[in-house]
């Protein structure tokens, strides 16, 4: 009984602790910032050692906790602010029968990651065209954590790519825990490859790109695609919250799938470096029969994209040789 006592004291002190420290980043991040912060921590802990019984205690913090996340949960993301270049256009898409048409596909003329001509296009395809998907997992440094941009191939046109990022405002740049908070508004980037994986190959230092082929048939590549649809043209009229453990990069993909579709969760959505070697345990990706080790080094495809730049068969070209490919 006295294990279980001290357990459960240790259990509820670590939820305060961390309850508190949320607090605190919320009120650093989306608040009027640390000075302000400080000043409610310091109140909660005065209230706490000078009030009794710890049932009282208990209330306050209970109290203080909730006051600042009800105001927190006020905080509405927008569609209207003064945004960085690069995704100062949402992309939307209009379907007619088999006919979709995509406006604001980003297709920008890089010199540098930081100098560009900003490039947006309407692009035209047809949903029966589409022969299956491709995922490109960018890595920035950390072997456990990446980017999936997905891919998807048309026997008539070419790729289109989805990327679901941070749409950021000028001045803003990506933090880890900002990502936590109400820091940046959600958005599909929808684009060449020529842009959005060149930039990454290309442009950008230190970034590595391992391109797979899923295995999937083109009948459920196609209702992927209209997935991706749906939650393009929700987002262009309202609005959402990017949070980098319950609506980011992958998991947003994940979530748009329906619930009796969803692949069981494995930590490796949240540690999503590690995503591909979970895609080649479920037999999720094409293998030609490699194991994941000599796979992953073969879809490497930085040294293939930057031999290619900007020539037109950028697409064709950076997958010369990756296996899975060509598989039926």
């Known amino acids: 009984m006295k294990f279980l006592r001290v357990a459960g004291i240790l259990l509820l ?3 305060l602790v961390a309850a508190t420290a ?10 009027p910032g640390t000075v302000l912060a400080v000043v409610a921590v310091l109140a909660l802990v005065a209230a706490l050692v000078f009030m009794k019984p710890w049932r009282a205690k208990l209330g306050a913090f209970a109290l ?15 569609n209207v602010a003064d945004w960085q270049p690069d995704v100062a256009q949402l992309a939307r898409a209009e379907v007619n029968g088999d006919v979709v048409t995509f406006h604001n596909v980003r297709n920008c003329d890089y010199r540098t ?5 900003p490039r947006w296009e309407t692009r035209t395809v047809r949903i029966s065209q589409i ?3 491709d995922m490109a997992i960018d890595y920035w440094g950390s072997p456990y954590m990446a980017h999936p941009i997905v891919s998807f191939q048309f026997a008539d ?17 990506y933090s880890a825990i900002g990502g936590l908070y109400r820091q940046f508004e959600l958005v599909y980037i929808v684009a060449d490859e020529r842009d959005v994986i060149r930039l990454r190959t290309n442009y950008r230092k230190g970034e590595d790109i391992y391109l797979y082929r899923l295995a999937i048939k083109p009948e459920k590549a196609r209702e992927r695609f209209m997935e991706y649809i749906g939650s393009l043209n929700r987002l262009h009229e309202e609005a959402r919250w990017y949070n980098a453990i319950t609506t980011n990069c992958t998991t947003t993909i994940r979530s748009q799938h329906n619930a009796s579709e969803r692949l069981p969760w494995d930590w ?3 540690v999503n470096g590690k995503g591909d070697e979970l895609l080649y345990e479920r037999k999720a990706i094409r293998t030609a029969g490699l194991p994941f080790a000599e796979l992953k080094q ?7 994209a930057r031999a290619a730049n900007d020539s037109p068969d950028f697409s064709k070209l950076i997958r010369a040789g990756v296996p899975g490919m060509d598989s039926p």
């Open 13 to 15: 002190a670590f939820v």
């Open 22 to 31: 949320w607090a605190f980043g919320a009120l650093c991040y989306d608040g």
């Open 64 to 78: 203080w906790f909730c006051a600042i996340l009800g105001w927190w949960l006020t905080i509405k993301p927008t």
């Open 113 to 117: 990651d930081s100098d560009y001509t």
């Open 131 to 133: 022969t299956g998907i």
């Open 157 to 173: 046109a070419p790729p289109l790519c989805f990327s679901i990022e941070t749409r950021k405002k000028k001045g803003q740049s």
């Open 268 to 270: 490796r959505m949240l």
């Open 298 to 304: 073969r879809v490497h495809i930085n040294p293939a």
